[in-house]
């Protein structure tokens, strides 16, 4: 529907985004690794690593040669495998352009907690509506879900640059093309739409995106925050501030010895 390039939204509130940083390397380095092991090495990565909700509910069993974490630990890690390069960079793009903002009105820690938190609540909605699947759960689509909506509820009128249609740039405010996301989604998954994408990971990172922003933002954060450029456009204007006239340069002619012009030697 529309490939996000770049929002004109500053930090307001810390200095570098090193969460989303973080999480963007992490995410590189393991599909990287993931990769690099070849096809069987992947595949058993897959199986040991990503979610899959017959195991995690104990009406399947996984061989004992793929077991590597306990089963719980797989509603966090599923979300840093992906299956392919595009899978993998498209997921990193929108955490990139939206992440920054999410991370920087909710501080370090609670913006990590926020998007393990999501990323938890992908795979739990996803287990919930193919309880007992065999087909692992990868990706970090419910995460990224989360933090799309968060940023729809705090800065809904920011503007951004997108690519809709993979071909038509357009600088527009965030709320349109975050709001039809979000609508495509639930359309999606109440349609069975597409059986290689879970839409329910990503309707169980909106819920939780849409809640957790609530109540993890930092105390003097705003919701649906004007776009910058609205915010100086409504400032009042000030006053003038009248600037006492100073008293003239002394003649060169009168300057001392020793306090010359700036030019000369020291």
């Known amino acids: 529907m529309f490939i996000p390039l770049y929002d004109t939204n500053r930090l307001r509130h810390i200095r570098l985004q090193y969460v989303t940083i973080g999480l963007i390397v992490a995410n590189a380095l393991v599909y990287c690794v ?17 979610f899959i909700p017959s ?26 495998l992906h299956g392919d390069i ?13 992440g920054d903002n999410v991370e920087d009105a909710l501080g370090h820690i609670r913006y990590l907690i926020f998007y393990l938190l999501c990323a938890i609540a992908g795979a739990a909605f996803q287990g919930l509506v193919a309880w007992d699947s065999q087909v692992p759960l990868i990706g ?6 989360g933090v799309v909506v968060a940023y729809l509820i705090l800065y809904p009128r920011v503007k951004v640059w997108v690519l809709a249609f993979a071909r038509i740039p357009l600088r ?8 039809l996301w979000v609508l495509f989604q639930v359309v999606m998954f109440a349609a069975g739409g597409e059986d290689q994408i879970s839409w329910a990971c990503h309707i169980g990172g909106i819920l939780a995106g849409a809640v957790l922003v609530l109540v993890l ?16 456009a ?30 000369g030697p020291n």
């Open 140 to 145: 970090a689509s419910g995460a990224i879900a």
């Open 34 to 50: 993931t990769a690099l092991g070849g096809e069987n090495f992947n595949n058993a990565a897959v199986l040991g690593l990503g």
């Open 217 to 232: 933002r930092s105390r003097g954060v705003p919701l649906f925050a004007p776009a910058d450029e609205d915010a100086v």
């Open 234 to 263: 409504a400032a009042p204007d000030q006053a003038p501030v009248a600037v006492e006239p100073t008293a003239p340069e002394p003649p060169a002619s009168t300057t001392q010895w020793g306090r010359g012009s700036a030019s």
């Open 55 to 80: 195991v995690v509910h104990d009406t399947a069993e996984l061989d004992p040669r793929f077991i590597v974490i306990p089963e719980s630990l797989s509603y966090v890690t599923y979300s840093f």
């Open 172 to 179: 527009i405010p965030a709320f349109i093309p975050l709001i």
């Open 86 to 98: 595009f899978h993998l960079g498209g997921n990193m793009l929108f955490l990139w352009v939206f």
